[in-house]
């Protein structure tokens, strides 16, 4: 029996294909679940139909992560902390502080999950931090972290 699957099926195929499975495996198992359709003529039809929209989907969101991209490779974020003896800070700078810092100066909203920092900054110094906009795009934020100046 021909059917459309509709989700992703261990061992048989993608959502979106049309497979030629065992009768009573489409009846008792693939079509009670929700997992195929019957492969009619207007059934291919509309599974082309959406998968061109989600080209289409993805092809534009590829398109504005580049875009933002540029705009964040561009950015320099500088943080004043305390720091004491060694250069290490009084606490840390975190994912949550640059999305904070990127959403005050540049009004641009990126949530903190997207930001790749293994582990938060402690330390004094320039470092490249990166984000992730994307699965084919990732951009990277300067991050300066300095001194803050001492009130004698």
């Known amino acids: 029996m021909q059917v459309l699957l509709v989700k992703d099926v261990p061992g048989i195929?993608?959502?979106?294909?049309?497979?030629?499975?065992?009768?009573?495996?489409?009846?008792?198992?693939?079509?009670?679940?929700?997992?195929?359709?019957?492969?009619?003529?207007?059934?291919?039809?509309?599974?082309?139909?959406?998968?061109?929209?989600?080209?289409?989907?993805e092809a534009e969101s590829l398109q504005e992560a580049q875009m933002l991209a540029n705009t964040l490779n561009a950015i320099q974020l500088d943080f004043r902390v305390k720091a004491g003896a060694n250069d290490r800070l009084f606490g840390a700078v975190t994912a949550a502080d640059i999305a904070e810092r990127l959403d005050k100066d540049h009004k641009i909203r990126i949530d903190k999950r997207k930001i790749e920092l293994d582990h938060p900054i402690k330390d004094l110094g320039k470092r490249g931090v990166p984000i992730k906009l994307h699965p084919e795009v990732t951009a990277h934020v300067q991050v300066l972290i300095e001194r803050e100046a001492q009130a004698d």
């Open 13 to 57: 195929g993608k959502a979106g294909q049309t497979k030629n499975v065992a009768d009573g495996h489409a009846r008792n198992y693939l079509l009670p679940r929700g997992l195929a359709v019957l492969a009619t003529q207007s059934a291919v039809k509309q599974a082309d139909a959406l998968k061109l929209a989600a080209a289409k989907r």
